[in-house]
């Protein structure tokens, strides 16, 4: 049995549906990230099969427990890294991680923990003096302190600097290798790239794509983008685009070509712009990234 | 296979758990101890002896230093439990203990048997110095029956303190809640002053509809000495415990473990 199915998972906040319809599974010792913009549900579904949240309706099952009524011996197997969450100032953090390690019924060994997230020097400070990339590995480590078989990692990336993201992700692939089974919330592509086997993208509560970060990327594989900017005479721009082969998009001042067709689509817009003589300015022909296929499936709202 | 850690251990851990955040606390530590402490030392040097008869006279600590252990005893339970709650909440950390197996009831009694502890060690404190420096007496007959309504007089306060965690919004108007509702009712409480002798009808009032007056004269019956006879106080007793019972169900009603949404703490964590 995989050791998370979710099926039809619903949750209503009043009127707003937050999570409508999810279904996926993720499997023992797998990586799997949700992945969406800000409010897309993400945090409110991983919160429900963590326990902290009741759901509207649907099927949830959690190392072959539901959530809602798992009490304490479901909560003594997984850990938990929410968004934002404090710890006590007036602790260090060896003392931190002896009293929520004191909860479970198995705990990893407290040395092994400090190195896992690199705290081993840190461990005797108490933790108001510590900045907030070391309180985000602490956050982690009190997840992995009862040796959970499922980590939730909600967003644990998000406000670190650049170098601060890379030892956050060495530590997660470093898990991974250890076999723990990691459920994970992002809104950031490379990180997903990074970290997961396996993708599920979110948007507006409902699964929008999943699939492994390349075969996402397949979906539009065979595209071409070709991108410049607005020219001054944009009526006739419009007349052209019925017969370019692709779909194009304008915004802030840049017109996006899709297409299949490159040479030929290329070959109609440059012969277009010398007719009348308009400049492509900017011009640009790419193959999609992985932002662009995110972008795509979610889309465009990403700054919402 | 491991079995899962006794209630009991579990209880203990938490208890020593609350009381070394309180300890390592300066705020909450000079609100509980110093403060009643200072009026205590304070009430020392304004007021001398009381004449009772000719030639017999009684320490004036005789009848405020009890009062002042009800208070230390009320500040350790419903204002530090209320506070601390309320912080704890908005800063995420009940949240982060609902995502442990700790089951809920353990936490709670953590946090009750911790205010307790420092309530004993609060009003044991004010009574050796009452006794150490203004000579108050005690009738080591009345030890139980002080024990007894001391202790319902903690639980019953702290199950308030839980209330007054449920009620305030966040960890910031916790303390002025806590503050706004009992310094006034110390007033007219026999804490500060004796309001024993024909108060005001709306200060006596005050003092007999909340439950620290009848906390404060139940507790100082047993150290009265003009009494006769029994020192237990039934009808006051059973008044605390009302209190106490008004106060667990409002934690039942309304005690959430989440912050609330866009509460102000947000700003205040990422110091």
């Given amino acids: 049995m995989p050791t998370v199915v979710v099926e039809n998972l619903v949750k209503d906040y009043g009127t707003l549906r937050a999570v409508d319809g999810l279904s996926f599974t993720v499997e023992q010792g797998e990586v799997v990230a949700l992945l969406g913009p800000n409010g897309a549900g993400k945090s409110t579904a991983v919160e429900i099969l963590e326990g902290h949240r009741t759901r509207t309706s649907g099927q949830v099952t959690v190392l072959g427990a539901d959530p809602a009524t798992g009490g304490a011996a479901f909560r003594d197997r997984i850990g938990i890294v929410l968004q934002e969450c404090g710890i006590e100032r007036e602790l260090t953090i060896t003392e931190a991680l002896n009293h929520y390690g004191a909860c479970y019924t198995r705990t990893r060994p407290l040395d092994e923990v400090l190195e896992l997230t690199g705290l081993t020097d840190l461990a005797d400070r108490r933790t108001h003096q510590l900045s907030g990339g070391q309180k985000r590995r602490i956050d982690l480590a009190l997840g992995l302190i009862g040796d959970p078989e499922l980590l939730f990692l909600d967003e644990p990336?998000?406000?670190?600097?650049?170098?601060?993201?890379?030892?956050?992700?060495?530590?997660?692939?470093?898990?991974?290798?250890?076999?723990?089974?990691?459920?994970?919330?992002?809104?950031?592509?490379?990180?997903?790239?990074?970290?997961?086997?396996?993708?599920?993208v979110i948007n507006q509560g409902k699964l929008v794509a999943q699939g492994t970060p390349d075969e996402l990327r397949a979906g539009i594989a065979d595209t071409t983008l070709v991108r410049f900017d607005q020219p001054a005479n944009g009526g006739t721009v419009q007349e052209l685009f019925g017969d370019l082969t692709g779909t194009a998009t304008a915004a802030n001042n840049r017109i996006e070509i899709r297409t299949t067709n490159p040479t030929g689509d290329l070959h109609r817009l440059t012969d277009w712009a010398l007719k009348h003589d308009q400049e492509l300015g900017h011009l640009e022909v790419t193959r999609p990234t992985l932002e662009d296929v995110y972008l795509d499936l979610i889309g465009g709202d990403e700054n919402e | 296979?491991?079995?899962?850690?006794?209630?009991?251990?579990?209880?203990?851990?938490?208890?020593?758990?609350?009381?070394?955040?309180?300890?390592?606390?300066?705020?909450?530590?000079?609100?509980?101890?110093?403060?009643?402490?200072?009026?205590?030392?304070?009430?020392?040097?304004?007021?001398?002896?009381?004449?009772?008869?000719?030639?017999?006279?009684?320490?004036?600590?005789?009848?405020?230093?009890?009062?002042?252990?009800?208070?230390?005893?009320?500040?350790?339970?419903?204002?530090?439990?209320?506070i601390s709650t309320a912080i704890s909440r908005d800063e995420g950390i009940l949240k982060r203990t609902r995502g442990t197996p700790l089951p809920p009831w353990i936490y709670v009694g953590g946090v009750v048997g911790s205010g307790i502890v420092l309530a004993a060690f609060g009003a044991a404190l004010m009574l050796t110095v009452g006794v150490l420096a203004y000579g108050i007496e005690f009738d080591w007959a009345n030890l139980v029956p002080a024990v007894l309504t001391f202790v319902l007089g903690v639980a019953s306060f702290s199950l308030l303190g839980l209330a007054l965690?449920?009620?305030?919004?966040?960890?910031?108007?916790?303390?002025?809640?806590?503050q706004a509702t009992l310094l006034p009712v110390a007033f007219a409480s026999n804490i500060f002053i004796s309001v024993r002798n024909d108060p005001p009808a709306w200060l006596g009032l005050l003092g007999d509809i909340f439950p620290l007056k009848a906390f404060a004269d139940a507790f100082f019956a047993c150290f009265d000495p003009f009494r006769q006879g029994s020192v237990y106080e039934p009808w006051l007793l059973l008044r605390i415990a009302a209190w106490g019972v008004l106060g667990a169900l409002v934690f039942w009603r309304k005690f959430t473990w989440e912050p609330a949404v866009g509460g102000p703490t947000r700003s205040r964590r990422r110091r």
């Fill in chain 2, 1 to 82: 296979m491991n079995k899962r850690p006794s209630s009991l251990k579990l209880l203990a851990n938490q208890i020593g758990y609350q009381n070394r955040r309180f300890r390592r606390n300066v705020m909450a530590a000079f609100f509980t101890l110093a403060f009643p402490l200072m009026f205590l030392l304070l009430f020392g040097a304004l007021f001398e002896g009381v004449d009772i008869a000719p030639g017999v006279e009684v320490a004036a600590a005789q009848f405020y230093a009890p009062g002042l252990a009800v208070f230390a005893a009320v500040s350790a339970t419903y204002t530090n439990i209320g």
């Fill in chain 1, 157 to 200: 990336t998000t406000g670190f600097d650049p170098s601060a993201r890379r030892q956050a992700w060495d530590m997660v692939r470093g898990l991974r290798t250890l076999g723990t089974t990691i459920l994970l919330t992002s809104h950031y592509m490379d990180e997903v790239e990074a970290l997961a086997d396996r993708v599920l």
């Fill in chain 2, 165 to 178: 965690a449920s009620v305030a919004n966040s960890g910031q108007s916790a303390p002025a809640l806590a």
